[in-house]
């Protein structure tokens, strides 16, 4: 079956290191799951508000990004300022 599938080379590695049996099953594969669920939704739980004024040509471009994502323009606002303090998002200039 692996003979007529295509893979990059990051799967080719996995696949190479499974065969190896490099790989090792997780004891309590449900309540890691869990834990790790709790843990991401902790870490980003929006749990402040803040108020900011901004110009309405800006508030506007913000909004057609958004539309244009397909996600309310708060979330879109949201998510950039997030990937610009997680050093995803580069400040350009």
């Keep these: 079956m692996t003979d007529t599938m295509q893979f990059d080379a990051e799967e080719e590695q996995i696949l190479r290191d499974f065969e190896r049996g490099e790989f090792q099953r997780i004891p309590n ?3 890691e799951k869990e834990e ?9 739980q929006k749990d402040k508000r803040i108020n900011i004024r901004i110009s309405s040509r800006d508030l506007e471009r913000l909004r057609m990004r958004a539309a244009r994502e397909g996600i309310p323009y708060q979330t879109y606002i949201s998510g950039a300022l997030h990937k610009l303090v997680s050093g ?6």
């Design 36 to 44: 790790l669920e709790a843990s991401a939704r902790r870490t980003l």
């Design 88 to 93: 995803r998002l580069k400040e350009v200039g």
């Design 29 to 31: 594969l449900e309540a």
